[in-house]
């Protein structure tokens, strides 16, 4: 629709999001950044799985997630200026599908959320790093996919 013209002539656009925890009927405004921009993250670790019995025959890819998983916690006390906001989180792991086999591969999955650029390019650079050095270690493949969603919404002051 932009493409075909559709925001000819229209000099702002103004728009809404829908907050739960506001009171019905509120509208809030602020200005400068108001909601983040949104990466995406995938990890997948890639190990051999086994039978239960014989982990010494087998690479473990629960115990490479879960080595991953905690370092990746270092990155905003160590990497990022503790003055800028963001928030990584992973909040899903998947992995097996029954009590006494190892399964091939385990799944991570979470969000970035940040108002700065800069700071969610260094942010994917080092889940990127972490990843894959940690899961070397574990002798585990690691793949990482990182989906840039949407920037953040900034409010300008003369607007707002």
Same mark, same amino acid.
């Given at each position: 629709?932009?493409k ?10 103004y ?8 009171d ?6 602020c ?6 921009a949104?990466t ?13 019995? /014989? ?6 890819c #629960? ?6 998983y905690? &370092?990746?916690?270092?990155? *905003? ?6 003055r800028?906001?963001?928030?990584f989180t ?14 091939d ?7 970035i959320?940040t108002y700065?650029?800069? /700071? ?6 080092? #889940?990127s ?6 899961? &070397?270690?574990?002798?585990c *493949? ?8 949407y920037?953040?919404?900034?409010n300008?002051a003369?607007?707002?």
């Amino acid at each position: 629709m932009v493409k075909e013209g559709c925001m000819k002539g229209v000099d702002e656009v103004y728009g809404f999001h829908n907050i739960p925890n506001f009171d019905e009927g509120d509208i809030r405004v602020c200005e400068g950044g108001f909601f983040a921009a949104v990466t995406v993250v995938k990890i997948r670790v890639i190990g051999q799985g086994g039978h239960g019995s /014989t982990p010494y025959k087998l690479t473990d890819c #629960i115990s490479g997630a879960n080595a991953i998983y905690q &370092s990746l916690h270092t990155i *905003k006390s160590r990497n990022i200026d503790s003055r800028q906001n963001f928030a990584f989180t992973i909040c899903k792991i998947n992995a097996g599908t029954t009590h006494n086999v190892f399964p091939d591969v385990a799944e991570m999955e979470g969000t970035i959320r940040t108002y700065d650029e800069d /700071t969610r390019k260094r942010i994917c650079e080092r #889940i990127s790093r972490i990843a894959k050095e940690v899961g &070397s270690a574990m002798e585990c *493949k690691v793949e990482v996919t990182l989906d840039y969603l949407y920037p953040a919404v900034m409010n300008h002051a003369t607007e707002t």
